[in-house]
């Protein structure tokens, strides 16, 4: 089987490629997957994230190898082996970062990738319930939905952080981006918005756009220095599909470089030591990786949370609601308010996400005498924005099956301990200030036991995880580590793209699934358009 392009994995890039190429009837792609369907009730549903999240069977069991900084603890990583990838499990949160982490991408070497070259293609993607703007897009295929919060909790946050001088913002995408609001999310009439609802499913029934899941891909053919197809396994048979244009991997921060380096393109040392032929000696392929580190703390709160609405007798009526109008409490998601703010002078962005959710994360739905309730908390995490500590992919073996040896180095700077003193300072600070104070009872988590600087690291080491926004490991640039250059071409190799978060050369301060869609559809257009010359020539 030929096509013009392979896309190797149906994830939150993945399915917005295969969209864009595939709207000219003339280009025959296929897109690979190593996963299955996405039409489960679990990914839908938006209340139920993170039961998606946490179901195996949906995703790729992923977690760290010891991390030396935080008690030697393997560090939970869930990928979405699904339709939709990670947009299929994550938490729908939509958010771009800082248009500042964009201007420095294009002030190291990588032009096109300033704020003002990839905004229109955050407006393209986009469907806003604000409408068309400036900043926003209003007819794309991404639903960007309106938060609605709750009407006793939120003001009292908004309020507290006003008392602290922080602003009440409309908008985390206009001109003022630092300050407290809610987020928006992706959803669509109370439907999960992942890239497989929103860009793929609509595009299937074109003749020219193949899907085939449960497709692991095993390597990249090259022949003569250009990339030229694709190995995949499928119920226990290895097929081989070419290519006449292009590959283009959108496997993730942690399958991209594994599949370069289970295709011989990475550190020929590496593949030397799991005897696998040196096809390309790529030193950067999974170098560089960076993750958001987070932290939560628990309060136990002093009024009614979220907890009420998991009883069963109103879960079932909620869930008639959604599934008859797509409205209701399971449409939407249990966010207090959210901040991006400073927390020490000197710095030109942002340094912390702060996500205050009127529920515990452990909570279930209950019912007297059937479950216990969980009870009435706030949980608050605390994302580090901008990581010091950087981290690797490296196989564990030259088995396409195993997972790869994914190394985060939490907490390897001090840079980095001390902005978590920091943020554990600063919610103590929030919650100690009125109205907050008023919200909660006391601190469950860490725990008014621990003060001191060492107290806190120690209290950080030991619970200290991600936001699950793992980018870099195909870095983008010209220097010795880079993987592709500022069109996402693989340095030395013809025929073969790297298109999703792993080429980010530094993590953009926010969630990265509308990063992940910018870069898809800023690629669609160098794609198509390097077709065009090539035709044109």
């Known amino acids: 089987m030929t096509f013009n392009y392979i896309?190797?994995?149906?994830?939150?890039?993945?399915?917005v490629?295969?969209?864009?190429?595939?709207?000219?009837?003339?280009?025959?792609?296929?897109?690979?997957?190593?996963?299955?369907?996405?039409?489960?009730?679990?990914?839908?549903?938006?209340?139920?994230?993170?039961?998606?999240?946490?179901?195996?069977?949906?995703?790729?069991?992923?977690?760290?190898?010891?991390?030396?900084?935080?008690?030697?603890?393997?560090?939970?990583?869930?990928?979405?082996?699904?339709?939709?990838?990670?947009?299929?499990?994550?938490?729908?949160?939509?958010?771009?970062?800082?248009?500042?982490?964009?201007?420095?991408?294009?002030?190291?070497?990588?032009?096109?990738?300033?704020?003002a070259d990839v905004?229109?293609?955050?407006?393209?993607?986009?469907?806003?319930w604000r409408g068309e703007s400036a900043h926003h897009g209003g007819s794309g295929p991404l639903s960007v939905a309106k938060h609605t919060p709750d009407a006793v909790i939120y003001p009292q946050l908004i309020e507290t952080a006003e008392n602290l001088g922080y602003r009440h913002l409309d908008d985390f995408h206009a001109d003022e981006v630092e300050g407290f609001s809610t987020p928006d999310f992706t959803v669509h009439e109370g439907r999960r918005g992942s890239t497989a609802?929103?860009?793929?499913?609509?595009?299937?029934?074109?003749?020219?756009?193949?899907?085939?899941t449960e497709a692991l891909t095993t390597r990249i053919v090259v022949e003569h220095g250009r990339a030229v197809g694709v190995e995949y396994e499928r119920g226990g048979q290895r097929t081989i599909v070419r290519a006449d244009r292009e590959v283009i991997l959108s496997a993730g921060a942690f399958n991209s470089p594994q599949i370069l380096l289970l295709s011989g393109i990475g550190p020929a040392e590496e593949l030397r030591e799991h005897g696998i032929p040196v096809v390309h000696d790529l030193p950067g392929v999974g170098r560089n990786l960076q993750d958001h580190a987070s932290i939560a703390l628990m309060y136990e709160a002093a009024v009614e949370t979220f907890d009420k609405e998991l009883r069963l007798d109103r879960m079932a009526v909620a869930w008639m609601?959604?599934?008859?109008?797509?409205?209701?409490?399971?449409?939407?998601?249990?966010?207090?308010a959210q901040g991006f703010i400073k927390t020490r002078e000197g710095l030109d962005r942002p340094d912390v996400q702060l996500l205050v959710s009127p529920v515990a994360m452990d909570a279930k739905v209950w019912f007297p005498g059937w479950r216990e309730r969980r009870g009435d908390f706030f949980s608050v995490a605390n994302v580090l924005l901008h990581p010091e500590s950087h981290g690797t992919v490296k196989l564990r073996s030259a088995d396409p099956r195993d997972k790869p040896a994914i190394q985060f180095n939490l907490l390897s700077t001090e840079g980095d301990r001390a902005a978590f003193r920091r943020f554990v300072q600063f919610t103590r600070k929030f919650f100690a200030t009125e109205p907050a104070r008023s919200l909660i009872r006391k601190e469950l988590i860490?725990?008014?036991?621990?003060?001191?600087?060492?107290?806190?690291?120690?209290?950080?080491?030991?619970?200290?995880?991600?936001?699950?926004?793992?980018?870099?490991?195909?870095?983008?640039?010209?220097?010795?580590?880079?993987?592709?250059?500022?069109?996402?071409?693989?340095?030395?190799?013809a025929g073969l793209?790297?298109?999703?978060?792993?080429?980010?050369?530094?993590?953009?301060?926010?969630?990265?699934?509308?990063?992940a869609i910018m870069i898809a559809e800023k690629a669609a257009d160098m794609i198509l358009n390097a077709h065009r010359m090539a035709k044109a020539a």
Not at 197 to 212: E, G, K, M, W, Y
Not at 322 to 334: C, D, Y
Request: net charge neutral.
């Open 7 to 15: 896309i190797v994995g149906a994830g939150s890039s993945g399915c």
């Open 17 to 115: 490629l295969a969209n864009r190429l595939s709207a000219d009837p003339a280009n025959r792609v296929l897109l690979l997957e190593a996963g299955g369907s996405e039409k489960q009730s679990v990914i839908e549903m938006p209340l139920a994230w993170f039961q998606a999240m946490m179901t195996p069977a949906i995703g790729w069991g992923y977690a760290s190898e010891p991390e030396p900084h935080a008690d030697g603890r393997r560090i939970p990583a869930p990928r979405g082996r699904v339709v939709g990838g990670c947009s299929s499990i994550n938490g729908m949160m939509y958010s771009r970062g800082h248009p500042q982490d964009y201007d420095q991408w294009a002030q190291m070497g990588n032009r096109g990738w300033s704020h």
């Open 119 to 128: 905004l229109p293609f955050f407006r393209r993607s986009e469907k806003n």
């Open 197 to 212: 609802a929103r860009f793929l499913r609509p595009a299937l029934d074109r003749p020219n756009l193949t899907l085939i």
């Open 321 to 336: 609601k959604w599934k008859m109008f797509g409205t209701g409490t399971i449409a939407g998601l249990p966010v207090g």
């Open 446 to 493: 860490p725990g008014s036991q621990v003060q001191s600087d060492a107290e806190i690291d120690a209290f950080v080491r030991e619970r200290i995880g991600t936001a699950m926004h793992p980018t870099s490991s195909c870095s983008m640039g010209q220097g010795p580590e880079a993987v592709v250059d500022s069109a996402l071409a693989v340095h030395g190799l």
């Open 497 to 515: 793209r790297v298109v999703d978060c792993s080429i980010m050369p530094n993590i953009v301060g926010g969630n990265t699934n509308a990063p």
